[in-house]
């Protein structure tokens, strides 16, 4: 699905803004068609943005279900004869549509975009009412996979096996767009290049038209044609190429023309970074050169937002990003929003891009997670229904960002219970199904430590080993001496082992910014600062090591646990984004690795 754009042929109106706002408390909204009529009671929402810490209801937070969206909106008078749809960023977790009383989509997957052709139920120059209906539950079925528990008293419990708050709501834009019934439908593009010259592989597919004709440009950043060919799919050259680099993300504009005889019917821009992407041996690399990754697993995740999406903590975040020397982020634990790909995209920042299976783990559910305990690839748990989902979920994401320069490696799961029986029948057809909608990228899957080498049945079938660890916080608390052995000793088995490159996703203690103490104390920045010099020093002894990302960019919020005090404290930085001791450490560690 395309990101819609304003173009010579299309054209595109912003949706956000305050909606009317109800909550579906028993679960009667749908049965009794509250698309038919203005939504009732007094609340509003803004869109994007969470709706749990909004309001002062403690109830409309805690609620398990549906919260209803709705707002009146004009089409623009001039869009007589175009296809007219309505596309939705994310709802999350589950979105139902209705333009006045129709339903005219549904999605499932909190993370990706969604939109319906709404043109036969619309009309230029006139209003409609535009319904949403947002579910936030978490099933087995569902990705991230839940449980919903109903307690004595009836009320309905959310249950999930990650450690993130399960915001909800509209977390993204919502568009009213016009395109041409004769129209670009999808693109594909890979690259490479050859010497001084780029070349674009391209695939455009086209719908409304069997006799229609494809000619594409090829525009440098200045605006200068570059190339140009014919035909819906082919190769262009690109003379003195300007690579896409990390750290310098130069992007081309791929200009798709679609006539019938010498009529335009369409014009839709792609950007195009050209860059190459591969494994060999023990290296990744991109352009041919050695990448080291720096940088973090980040959150959406912000004060009073939630997960709702703002250009200016987009900004911030990317700011303190450059000033901390990372080249580099994973999507943890979902998809981003496309205006942060964007950005990647924009500004050479090179992306793990991560699906949102989160919470496959039923071993350490009994553990530090709380929930209950059983097998993991057992029905009710993680059974086929969550595996046709996450094939969705894997189509989805590839779908949304197959052309993206930025994203160099697929991550199709974090910390599944991949030592368990099961593991193996479950994520191999998976990493089959990555490979065939994407063969130009590397695949990797994100290692939980209860799953080491020797343990874990999957590994072999990836590309890039990803391992999060916690040495010297969840175990060996506090002795860093003993920490420091673990981790070694545990690489050099993955070294061994597999021999391939192998990037630490995660490591990192939680710290309260302002404790400190002499001694090797957790929760202290000092320890922080301790606790990352040993990874360090670990990390550059280990030839298979490729990367090192922290957990977490940012303190972020989770659910309620005895081991979270108001969320997750691993941040460099705090919620509201001011360093701690480990940020100025890893600033100078990076700077270094970067050569800066
Ligand atoms: C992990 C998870 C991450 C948690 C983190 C922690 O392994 O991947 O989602 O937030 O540990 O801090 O416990």
């Given at each position: 699905m395309l990101r819609?754009q304003?173009?010579?042929?299309?054209?595109?109106?912003?949706?956000?803004?305050?909606?009317?706002?109800?909550?579906?408390?028993?679960?009667?909204?749908?049965?009794?068609?509250?698309?038919?009529?203005?939504?009732?009671?007094?609340?509003?929402?803004?869109?994007?943005?969470?709706?749990?810490?909004?309001?002062?209801?403690?109830?409309?937070?805690?609620?398990?279900?549906?919260?209803?969206?709705?707002?009146?909106?004009?089409?623009?008078?001039?869009?007589?004869?175009?296809?007219?749809?309505?596309?939705?960023e994310?709802?999350?977790?589950?979105?139902?549509?209705?333009?006045?009383?129709?339903?005219?989509?549904?999605?499932?997957?909190?993370y990706t975009p969604?939109?319906?052709?709404?043109?036969?139920?619309?009309?230029?120059?006139?209003?409609?009412?535009?319904?949403?209906?947002?579910?936030?539950?978490?099933?087995?079925?569902?990705?991230?996979?839940?449980?919903?528990?109903?307690?004595?008293?009836?009320?309905?419990?959310?249950?999930?096996?990650?450690?993130?708050?399960?915001?909800?709501?509209?977390?993204?834009?919502?568009?009213?767009?016009?395109?041409?019934?004769?129209?670009?439908?999808d693109v594909t593009v890979t690259t490479?290049?050859?010497?001084?010259?780029?070349?674009v592989d391209y695939?455009?597919?086209?719908?409304?038209?069997?006799?229609?004709?494809?000619?594409?440009?090829?525009?440098?950043?200045?605006?200068?044609?570059?190339?140009?060919?014919?035909?819906?799919?082919?190769?262009?050259?690109?003379?003195?190429?300007?690579l896409w680099q990390p750290?310098a993300g130069y992007l081309y504009d791929l200009?798709?023309?679609?006539?019938?005889?010498?009529?335009?019917?369409?014009?839709?821009t792609q950007k195009v970074g050209v860059r190459t992407v591969?494994?060999?041996?023990?290296?990744?690399?991109i352009?041919?050169?050695?990448?080291?990754?720096?940088?973090?697993?980040?959150?959406?995740?912000?004060?009073?937002?939630?997960?709702?999406?703002?250009?200016?903590?987009?900004?911030?975040?990317f700011?303190?990003?450059?000033?901390?020397?990372?080249?580099s982020l994973r999507t943890?634990?979902?998809p981003y929003s496309e205006d942060i790909m964007d950005y990647c995209d924009r500004h050479g920042v090179v992306v793990i891009d991560e699906t949102?299976?989160?919470?496959?783990?039923?071993?350490?559910?009994?553990?530090?997670?709380?929930?209950?305990?059983?097998?993991?690839?057992?029905?009710?748990?993680?059974?086929?229904?969550?595996?046709?989902?996450?094939?969705?979920?894997i189509?989805e994401l590839v779908d949304r960002d197959k052309n993206r320069p930025s994203v160099v490696l697929w991550s199709?799961?974090?910390?599944?219970?991949?030592?368990?029986?099961?593991?193996?029948?479950?994520?191999?057809?998976?990493?089959?199904?990555t490979?065939?909608l994407d063969?130009s990228r590397p695949v990797?899957?994100?290692?939980?430590?209860?799953?080491?080498?020797?343990?874990?049945?999957?590994?072999?079938?990836?590309?890039?080993?990803?391992?999060?660890?916690?040495?010297?916080?969840?175990?060996?608390?506090?002795?860093?001496?003993?920490?420091?052995?673990?981790?070694?000793?545990?690489?050099?088995?993955?070294?061994?082992?597999?021999?391939?490159?192998?990037?630490?996703?995660?490591?990192?203690?939680?710290?309260?910014?302002?404790?400190?103490?002499?001694?090797?104390?957790?929760?202290?920045?000092?320890?922080?600062?301790?606790?990352?010099?040993?990874?360090?020093?670990?990390?550059?002894?280990?030839?298979?090591?490729?990367?090192?990302?922290?957990?977490?960019?940012?303190?972020?919020?989770?659910?309620?646990?005895?081991?979270?005090?108001?969320?997750?404290?691993?941040?460099?930085?705090?919620?509201?984004?001011?360093?701690?001791?480990?940020?100025?450490?890893?600033?100078?560690?990076?700077?270094?690795?970067?050569?800066?």
């Amino acid at each position: 699905m395309l990101r819609p754009q304003n173009s010579p042929t299309r054209e595109m109106v912003t949706l956000d803004g305050t909606w009317r706002f109800a909550v579906d408390w028993d679960r009667t909204g749908l049965t009794d068609n509250w698309q038919n009529g203005p939504l009732t009671g007094h609340l509003d929402a803004p869109v994007p943005g969470s709706i749990n810490d909004l309001y002062h209801d403690e109830k409309i937070r805690n609620h398990v279900g549906y919260y209803w969206y709705q707002r009146e909106v004009r089409v623009p008078r001039g869009w007589d004869g175009e296809r007219i749809f309505v596309r939705l960023e994310s709802a999350t977790h589950e979105g139902t549509v209705f333009v006045n009383g129709t339903k005219v989509v549904e999605h499932a997957g909190g993370y990706t975009p969604f939109e319906a052709d709404i043109t036969d139920h619309v009309t230029a120059g006139e209003t409609f009412r535009l319904s949403v209906a947002v579910n936030n539950e978490l099933t087995n079925s569902s990705i991230p996979p839940g449980e919903i528990i109903e307690l004595e008293d009836g009320r309905h419990q959310q249950e999930y096996k990650h450690d993130f708050y399960n915001y909800a709501g509209l977390h993204r834009s919502v568009w009213l767009c016009s395109v041409p019934a004769v129209r670009v439908d999808d693109v594909t593009v890979t690259t490479d290049y050859r010497g001084a010259t780029g070349a674009v592989d391209y695939a455009v597919s086209v719908t409304g038209g069997d006799d229609a004709h494809v000619a594409v440009r090829v525009l440098d950043e200045d605006g200068t044609e570059v190339a140009r060919a014919n035909g819906a799919s082919g190769t262009v050259e690109i003379p003195d190429v300007t690579l896409w680099q990390p750290g310098a993300g130069y992007l081309y504009d791929l200009v798709m023309e679609v006539s019938q005889g010498s009529e335009l019917k369409d014009s839709f821009t792609q950007k195009v970074g050209v860059r190459t992407v591969a494994v060999e041996g023990k290296q990744f690399l991109i352009n041919g050169e050695s990448f080291y990754f720096t940088g973090f697993g980040m959150h959406e995740d912000h004060e009073t937002l939630g997960k709702g999406h703002s250009d200016a903590h987009m900004i911030q975040d990317f700011q303190l990003l450059e000033w901390i020397n990372a080249n580099s982020l994973r999507t943890s634990h979902y998809p981003y929003s496309e205006d942060i790909m964007d950005y990647c995209d924009r500004h050479g920042v090179v992306v793990i891009d991560e699906t949102a299976a989160v919470g496959l783990n039923w071993a350490i559910a009994g553990g530090i997670m709380g929930g209950s305990a059983g097998g993991t690839f057992e029905p009710g748990h993680v059974d086929d229904s969550t595996q046709t989902t996450h094939r969705q979920a894997i189509r989805e994401l590839v779908d949304r960002d197959k052309n993206r320069p930025s994203v160099v490696l697929w991550s199709i799961a974090n910390e599944p219970d991949t030592a368990a029986e099961g593991a193996r029948g479950y994520f191999e057809p998976l990493v089959e199904l990555t490979r065939e909608l994407d063969p130009s990228r590397p695949v990797g899957f994100v290692n939980v430590m209860f799953a080491p080498a020797g343990a874990c049945t999957v590994s072999d079938l990836f590309d890039v080993l990803m391992l999060n660890r916690y040495y010297g916080w969840y175990v060996q608390t506090g002795d860093l001496r003993t920490a420091e052995a673990s981790l070694e000793k545990e690489l050099r088995q993955w070294d061994e082992q597999y021999a391939k490159p192998t990037i630490m996703t995660e490591y990192g203690a939680d710290t309260v910014a302002g404790m400190h103490s002499i001694y090797d104390q957790p929760f202290t920045e000092d320890y922080q600062v301790a606790f990352l010099d040993m990874y360090h020093r670990v990390f550059d002894r280990v030839e298979c090591m490729i990367g090192e990302h922290v957990w977490n960019f940012a303190d972020f919020q989770t659910k309620y646990g005895y081991a979270r005090v108001d969320g997750n404290k691993k941040g460099a930085f705090t919620r509201d984004r001011r360093p701690k001791a480990g940020a100025r450490a890893l600033r100078q560690r990076w700077a270094g690795k970067l050569g800066r």
